[in-house]
Antibody, heavy 120, light 108 residues
Framework: EVQLVQSGAEVKKPGESLRISCKGS????????ISWVRQMPGKGLEWMGR????????NYSPSFQGHVTISADKSISTAYLQWSSLKASDTAMYYC?????????????WGQGTLVTVSS | DIQMTQSPSSLSASVGDRVTITCQAS??????LNWYQQKPGKAPKLLIY???NLETGVPSRFSGSGSGTDFTFTISSLQPEDIATYYC??????????FGGGTKVEIK
């Protein structure tokens, strides 16, 4: 079974750093891209950026460029989303999702989500 | 970025009703349009890709159509388990993927 399993919920203070993870299983991790999607409380879906795990090539949405870093470790089939300095406005659910290729961008499956809460 | 305008933002229908959601792109996106279902507290699920292709295992009451700038998602006979929020997503520009605002479907 193809699965993406994300790390658990996090509670952080403003200014702290954070890295959340997304581990793929049941498929060749380097054959599919991984995207990250944000969902703020009660709001819709926002694409943040994506990575090709085979070579760690990344694209970012202009809205998130410079605010987050996407990376991957293909040796352990895991993608990451990280912040160097969190803000309260980063409070959201974050999903990773797989897609077939650079030009084939439908997301299937999705991880279960990681809830990030940033509060002083 | 390509803007995706979904309508309505919410709707209420009876079991067995035909439900239609529209998604309009701010520019021609060919058929690079996908539809997702998100049930409360759950991750989204792919239903339709490339405007009209039903994902494996998805019930045939779900369908999609359209190309260019105007797209339609239909549930032919609404079931209680279809209560969810539905999102369209374009990928004409693979470096700037965008979602519609979502349509919340409720049972009347």
């Amino acid at each position: 079974e193809v699965q993406l399993v994300q790390s658990g919920a996090e509670v952080k203070k403003p200014g702290e750093s954070l890295r959340i993870s997304c581990k793929g299983s049941g498929y060749s991790f380097t054959s599919y891209w991984i995207s990250w999607v944000r969902q703020m409380p009660g709001k819709g879906l926002e694409w943040m950026g994506r990575i090709d795990p085979s070579d760690s090539y990344t694209n970012y949405s202009p809205s998130f460029q410079g605010h987050v870093t996407i990376s991957a470790d293909k040796s352990i089939s895991t993608a990451y989303l990280q912040w160097s300095s969190l803000k309260a406005s980063d409070t959201a659910m974050y999903y990773c999702a797989r897609h077939p290729g650079e030009l084939l961008n439908w997301f299937d499956p999705w991880g279960q989500g990681t809830l990030v809460t940033v509060s002083s | 970025d390509i803007q995706m305008t979904q309508s309505p933002s919410s709707l209420s229908a009876s079991v067995g009703d035909r439900v239609t959601i529209t998604c309009q792109a701010s520019q021609d996106i060919s058929n690079y349009l996908n539809w997702y279902q998100q049930k409360p507290g759950k991750a989204p699920k792919l239903l339709i890709y490339d405007a009209s292709n039903l994902e494996t295992g998805v019930p045939s009451r779900f369908s999609g159509s359209g190309s260019g700038t105007d797209f339609t998602f239909t549930i032919s006979s609404l079931q209680p388990e279809d209560i969810a929020t539905y999102y369209c997503q374009q990928y004409d520009n693979p470096r700037a993927l965008t979602f519609g605002g979502g349509t919340k479907v409720e049972i009347k």
